[in-house]
């Protein structure tokens, strides 16, 4: 089975866990002795060890501190922060709203040439219209109960997509024919978002692929995600978005990627199938 970005991140932090167990080792401490000199409750050592709890900087230092490596503890505050970054929940990344990290992602998508992009809930967010934005951001804060800041949020959202329209930025993107048809909003905005799509989908640097419901898959569902170049891969979970940059995993979403590609439809046929689902909201 692959690994899935829930057992990558865990497995990064696991490689910390081991590096300062070994340090641990190396000064020929026990777990309880370092501990006392840490000034820590008994468990703590031992929690840290075994990935249970992630270290702070401040508990990294302590620990390098105590077995007389305090010299190793940047590279694995560094190291740390990294396998932190890789899964983080929604309710963390938006605790403060949606705004803030619609446009803390807009350096990203200024530097990015190549996006891929396989959408198998809702429309690629540079897609997206103020409409079926609204009706999505706004389920996603009733659903986690985070504050709402919706309007402002989707003016974000809409300004980070002129990447769409300005620069150097090419888009292939894989949309599931289901998506299509998920009511996200309203008829009149899914109307209107649907006619958007009809109309992006003509430009030089816009690939639209659409998976129709009857096609024989060589690569299941996936849970949606976005690459961005050959950097890093942004998985979007229920709970949580799992940023990934080692080489090999993005190499294996690269693949899935032109997998499903090489099932989806494009041109005259994919823009049957957004006319049938046009037909349906409005019939």
């Not at 888009?171 to 905005?189: H, I, M, N, Q, S």
């Not at 659409?210 to 690569?219: E, L, S």
Request: aromatic share 8%; glycine share 6%; with cysteine.
């Amino acid at each position: 089975m692959p690994e899935t970005p829930l057992s990558t991140a865990q497995a990064a932090r696991e490689t910390i866990a081991s590096r300062l167990d070994g340090i641990r080792r190396d000064a020929g401490l026990t777990g309880h002795e370092l501990a006392v000199r840490c000034g820590w409750h008994k468990s703590k050592a031992s929690r840290i060890a075994r990935a249970k709890t992630a270290p702070s900087d401040s508990d990294i230092r302590a620990w390098c501190e105590a077995c007389g490596a305090p010299g190793q503890a940047a590279d694995l505050i560094a190291a740390s922060r990294t396998a932190k970054s890789m899964y983080v929940q929604w309710r963390q990344i938006h605790r403060d709203g949606m705004r803030r990290v619609h446009e803390s992602t807009v350096p990203l998508y200024e530097r990015t040439t190549h996006f891929r992009v396989y959408a198998s809930n809702v429309l690629p967010g540079m897609l997206q219209t103020s409409g079926y934005a609204t009706g999505i951001l706004r389920s996603i804060t009733a659903f986690q109960g985070t504050p709402d800041d919706v309007a402002d949020a989707v003016q974000a959202r809409l300004a980070r997509s002129r990447v769409v329209y300005e620069g150097n930025h090419r888009f292939a993107l894989l949309v599931e024919e289901a998506v299509l048809r998920y009511r996200v909003c309203d008829g009149p905005e899914l109307v209107a978002q649907l006619r958007y799509l009809q109309e992006v989908m003509g430009r030089q640097n816009v690939s639209l692929g659409i998976i129709p419901f009857g096609a024989r898959r060589t690569v299941w569902p996936l849970e949606a995600f976005y690459t961005f170049d050959e950097a890093q891969v942004a998985v979007k979970t229920l709970t949580a978005e799992v940023n990934i940059t080692a080489p090999s995993e993005v190499h294996t979403y690269l693949k899935a990627f032109a997998e499903l590609s090489r099932i989806a439809v494009y041109g005259a046929t994919a823009r049957d199938l957004i006319a049938k689902a046009l037909n349906a909201v409005l019939s």
